[in-house]
Structures are given as structure tokens and as C-alpha cells.
């Protein structure tokens, strides 16, 4: 098995700690030698790995005193993906942090009055989804994807649509996660993405791309309780 995939195994592993050990914000990990141990691999993996949880923001180190929760994954979370693709599908994230924010930014200086108008259509729809009781990612997607389309730059779109399958399962997660808290969690996820479309809409490039990292990391903090 590949080092990557050893990667993703401990990351997953750890995860289940979190959960089934019942471990709670500021609660400390096993050390890395006691969880290498436990997987059967080597402290180079297990570091690996906690390097990706602490950037996830699942988990922080503490210099001299080990690895420590920072935030449980929603239970709701490991409902939409399978606990090996756990690691894979949140460090897409990374990727969307350089790609979407600069995608909007793009699309603020380039998009048509056409595409600007597809874009507001998309974002319509997608209220009208999160004001509902039903699913709002495909309509959460097609927004993103229209943005994305802005640029005028295939090679985004590409990029983009590559990430599809991680992207709709964190899209269908936060939605459902969102819709298990009072009503301001919808109302934000709204709100961040009015902000995208109306710094768009006035080609104001630097809203647009800080917007969208604002909406990426608010989105990455929803998967967590």
C-alpha cells in the first residue's frame, strides 16, 4: 500500500477514535508512537496524517505536549461518504481554496451579461432550494459551476468538474448539517453566497475572490458540531 494510502488510513483512524473513544474539544490524541503502534505503520504516516487532520482544522498540535482535538466531525459528515474517503473528500478543500476564489475573481473581471445573468438565475435557484425542506446541493453546484464557467478559461472548468464527486458529497453533508441547526445556519450559507454573486455582479475582483474564500472556510468549519 502506498504511503498516501497509509496517509489516509491513519487519517480515518484517528477520526474513529475522535468518535468512538467519545473525545471532546481539547481532549489529547494517543501519542504518535502509541498510534503508529496501533495501526501498524510507521510515525512518519501517523505525522503525515496529522498534518492533514490540523489542516482540515480537526485537530491542532501543541508543541511538547502532543496532538489534541480541536473539532469532532459532524456524525451527519460520515454519513455521506465512506470513512476511507474521509481524508480525500476534506483535503479537496485545499485544492478549492486556490481554484474557486481565484475562479471568482476571474469571473468578476470577464463574465457576460449572459453568464452574469446565468449566475444569478443559479443563485435564485439555489435560495429557493435551502428554503425548502429538500436537497439544495445539485443547485449549490450548478451555482459554483457557473461561476467557474465565468472565467472564460477552460482549463478552470476542467479543474472544477474533476472535483466533482468530492465536492457534491461535502455539498450534500453541509446542507444536511446546516438543516439540523436553527435556521441561521441556512440563512449564512445564504448570505456568503449572495455576497459572491453581488461582488460578481459589480466586477469588484477582490470581493469576489475574499468573498469565496470567506463562504470555502465557513463551509469547511459547517462540517464540524
Known amino acids: 500500500m502506498s504511503e498516501g494510502r497509509l496517509a489516509d488510513r491513519a487519517y480515518s483512524g484517528i477520526v474513529a477514535i475522535i468518535n468512538q473513544d467519545h473525545l471532546e474539544v481539547g481532549d489529547r490524541l494517543p501519542s504518535e508512537a502509541g498510534l503508529a503502534e496501533r ?12 498534518v492533514r487532520l490540523a489542516s482540515d482544522g480537526i485537530t491542532e498540535a501543541r508543541r ?31 485544492v478549492r481554496f486556490v ?21 444569478e438565475q443559479e443563485m435564485m435557484r439555489l435560495e429557493n432550494a435551502l428554503r425548502s425542506s429538500g436537497p439544495a446541493h445539485l443547485e449549490d453546484m450548478a451555482l ?14 476542467s479543474a472544477f468538474d474533476n472535483m466533482f464527486a468530492d465536492i457534491d458529497r461535502i455539498m450534500q453533508a453541509g446542507v444536511d448539517i446546516s438543516r439540523s441547526r ?8 445564504l448570505a456568503e453566497h449572495q455576497m459572491i454573486v453581488e461582488a460578481i455582479r459589480v466586477q469588484d475582483a477582490d470581493g469576489a475572490a475574499l468573498a469565496m474564500r470567506w463562504h470555502l472556510s465557513q463551509g469547511r468549519k459547517r462540517l464540524m458540531p
Do not use: D
Open 39 to 50: 495501526f501498524g505503520i510507521s510515525r512518519t504516516i501517523v505525522r503525515e496524517a496529522l
Open 64 to 94: 511538547g505536549a502532543g496532538s489534541f482535538v480541536k473539532r469532532r466531525p459532524s456524525e451527519r459528515l460520515v454519513a455521506h461518504m465512506p470513512m476511507e474517503e474521509l481524508s480525500a473528500t476534506l483535503g479537496s478543500y485545499e
Open 99 to 119: 481554484l474557486e476564489p481565484e475562479a471568482a475573481r476571474l469571473a468578476a473581471a470577464r463574465r457576460s451579461a449572459e453568464q452574469m445573468r446565468v449566475i
Open 144 to 157: 459554483h459551476r457557473a461561476i467557474v464557467l465565468g472565467t472564460c478559461n477552460p482549463a478552470f472548468v
Open 182 to 189: 436553527p435556521p441561521e445556519a441556512i440563512g449564512a450559507m
